[in-house]
């Protein structure tokens, strides 16, 4: 049974920072892409960042880019998002997920997911 917990969100005032870990078990992460994705209330998932199976390719989203980034330890079987100068609207609901196959930013291509960890950025 393949696992994937988030850890790390939190409460944080604007212009702060969050470092976001997921660890998997059940499967190797090492010859897969993963990804990061969000939910706010009231809206739907939106992409966030991947991660290529060789940690120089990567994606992001346009509000995020600049900001956040990505990384992975394959010897740790974990993906990190490293997120700076946080804003009001990055508040959500953070989601790893584990990819199938090429880099993408639609969430039909991943097919496992964590629990997901919750992110406020508020003054």
């Known amino acids: 049974q393949v696992q994937l917990v988030e850890s790390g969100g939190g409460f944080v005032q604007p212009g702060g920072s969050l470092r976001l870990s997921c660890v998997v078990s059940g499967r190797t992460i090492s010859l897969n892409p993963m990804g990061w994705f969000r939910q706010a209330p009231g809206k739907e998932r939106e992409f966030v960042s991947a991660?290529?199976?060789?940690?120089?390719?990567?994606s992001y989203s346009d509000s995020v880019r600049g900001r956040f980034t990505i990384s992975r330890d394959n010897a740790k079987n974990s993906v990190y998002l490293q997120s700076n100068n946080l804003k009001p609207e990055d508040t959500a609901v953070y989601y790893c997920a584990f990819g199938r196959s090429s880099l993408s930013a639609s969430w039909s291509d991943y097919d496992y997911w964590g629990q997901g960890t919750q992110v406020t950025v508020s003054s």
């Open positions: 991660i290529g199976y060789h940690s120089f390719l990567t």
